[in-house]
């Protein structure tokens, strides 16, 4: 029994070869769940890997520079110009904490991606050490940019206004 013909075709064999049968996924739980960690992984380690490489830069390019090695006063040559200033000491402790903390990251993702033990693929440790490196991270900067703006009150007050707005609605915003 033929319905119509539309241009000598039968209109059931057009629908008919318009809807193919596609070829069955296989998109159970755990294959999305593994390609979703896998992704995740790669986009943690990425992202540890450029804070591991921006707070090991920032340990050398330090805030206000260094002394010069032509200076006068041989004590002083290479080292840094705020080292006697606490929001020095602040800045190189929590760029340590950051270069530390993105560094384990990257090294339990690296590992994990090699070794498939449930340890090492565990995403919850390197996400630990990532959100450390980021508190960090905000840290540095905010005391980096209190020294190198401290001559000028108005816009260091407010440096440090914004970055302890920002801290406190990430620590808010994490939970």
């Given at each position: 029994m033929?319905?119509?013909?539309?241009?000598?075709?039968?209109?059931n064999?057009?629908?008919?070869?318009?809807?193919q049968p596609?070829p069955?996924?296989?998109?159970?739980?755990?294959?999305?769940?593994?390609?979703?960690?896998?992704?995740?992984?790669?986009a943690?380690?990425?992202?540890?890997?450029l804070?591991m490489t921006?707070?090991?830069?920032a340990?050398f390019?330090?805030?206000?520079?260094?002394?010069?090695?032509?200076?006068?006063?041989p004590?002083?040559r290479g080292?840094?110009?705020?080292a006697?200033?606490?929001?020095?000491w602040i800045?190189i402790?929590?760029?340590?904490?950051?270069m530390?903390?993105?560094?384990?990251?990257?090294?339990?993702?690296?590992?994990g991606?090699?070794?498939?033990?449930?340890?090492?693929?565990?995403?919850?440790?390197?996400?630990?050490f990532?959100t450390?490196?980021?508190?960090?991270?905000?840290?540095?900067?905010l005391s980096?940019?209190a020294?190198?703006?401290?001559?000028?009150?108005?816009?260091?007050g407010?440096?440090i206004?914004?970055?302890?707005?920002?801290y406190?609605?990430?620590?808010?915003?994490i939970k």
């Open positions: 033929e319905l119509s013909k539309g241009a000598g075709v039968p209109v064999h057009m629908l008919h070869s318009q809807r596609q069955e996924k296989d998109t159970s739980d755990f294959q999305r769940k593994s390609l979703s960690e896998k992704d995740t992984r790669e943690f380690l990425i992202v540890a890997a804070l921006v707070s090991f830069a340990g390019t330090v805030p206000g520079g260094l002394y010069s090695s032509d200076d006068p006063n004590k002083i080292t840094a110009v705020f006697g200033d606490p929001g020095f800045f402790i929590f760029n340590t904490i950051t530390y903390s993105s560094a384990m990251a990257c090294g339990l993702l690296s590992v991606i090699v070794n498939q033990s449930k340890l090492t693929r565990n995403i919850h440790f390197p996400h630990l990532l450390c490196a980021f508190l960090a991270a905000s840290v540095a900067f980096a940019v020294l190198v703006v401290a001559s000028n009150r108005l816009l260091a407010a440096t206004l914004i970055g302890a707005f920002h406190i609605l990430y620590i808010f915003l």
